[in-house]
């Protein structure tokens, strides 16, 4: 195993995942809720996908669409999570040089595919409402089946060089990493080369893939609105809002937590270094936590649908 210091000139081998390194005596109370939210979300939504595949009544475009949210919430989950709780319950901190450029590249990946997935969903939700007629011919099953292609294709494609930057930079300034995961900047900053070119490109892919989302998002739920205000029919509008009010909280939910996350890295100089830390981890473990729930509440087809797999245990 590779010598667990700071200043090395022997090739690195492996690195050491160190949690919170300013106060590593709160991972023992931090490991309950966080095992807490982690079998949450994975009971939430395997509920759901479960749900879904069940009830025929929920093999529409729209619920396929949730089940991808699903699926990749589950993803995040299980590739970041267990790790943690594993560093915090037995102090099993080395992890292998492939196995964490492989947990970046599923992080950087996977969290942009839910941003292209919120989007696609606010398609649907702007074509349902705007387009109501021609809802059935335009968001069909092959219709889904493309979207998955270009979710997964788009942001795996783009995604893939962070790792491999990563992976081609010399590690001789040690092997500590100070982070529970292995982020892009955190590994690269233990190279003794330039690793401009990592900080940029993921700065510039990331921004290219979430602004784009985010704006495509917006621009649905304006048009969205605009119709919505035009509505006469009493209860019209009430109705036409409920329909994506769902989706609209999720996604504003996604992009509070992204948002808090990168002002805190931009001010990592003005708060303690654990804080951006903590957030992190968070952020892939609410959300996946929140969405199913979120939706099984709000949403009268699921709901009937769980309670309907629930009756037959």
């Known amino acids: 195993m590779a010598s667990p210091s700071n200043y090395t000139t022997a090739p690195v081998s492996e690195f050491l995942l160190i949690c919170f390194p300013n106060f590593q005596t709160w991972q023992q109370w931090l490991s309950l809720p966080l095992s807490l939210l982690f079998f949450l979300a994975m009971g ?154 990592n900080r940029l490109y993921q700065f510039v892919a990331g921004w290219t893939l979430l602004g784009s989302d985010l704006i495509l998002i917006v621009l649905s739920y304006s048009f969205i609105l605009k119709v919505v205000l035009r509505i006469k029919a009493e209860g019209a509008v009430a109705k036409a809002l409920n329909t994506c009010s769902s989706h609209f909280i999720l996604i504003l939910f996604f992009s509070t937590v992204l948002l808090v996350l990168v002002i805190t890295n931009l001010a990592r100089k003005r708060i303690p270094p654990d804080v951006p830390i903590l957030l992190n981890i968070l952020h892939h473990l609410i959300p996946p936590a929140l969405n199913p729930i979120v939706y099984g509440v709000r949403t009268k087809e699921i709901k009937q649908g769980i309670q309907k797999l629930l009756r037959r245990l």
């Open 44 to 197: 939430a939504n395997a509920t759901l996908l479960i749900t879904i595949w069940l009830e025929a009544s929920l093999h529409q475009p729209m619920y396929y669409l949730l089940s991808l949210l699903s699926l990749l919430d589950i993803v995040l989950c299980l590739t970041v999570i267990p790790r943690v709780l594993a560093i915090f319950w037995f102090d099993l901190r080395p992890i292998s040089l492939p196995a964490c450029f492989l947990q970046m590249f599923i992080m950087n990946s996977f969290l942009t595919m839910e941003s292209c997935t919120f989007m696609i969903m606010a398609y649907d939700r702007y074509v349902a409402i705007c387009h109501p007629l021609r809802y059935p011919s335009i968001i069909t099953d092959q219709f889904v089946l493309r979207a998955v292609v270009f979710v997964i294709s788009r942001n795996a494609i783009v995604s893939l060089p962070v790792p491999i930057l990563s992976a081609r930079l010399n590690y001789c300034a040690g092997n500590i990493i100070k982070n529970c995961i292995c982020t892009n900047l955190s590994v690269s900053r233990l190279s003794c080369e330039d690793i401009t070119l």
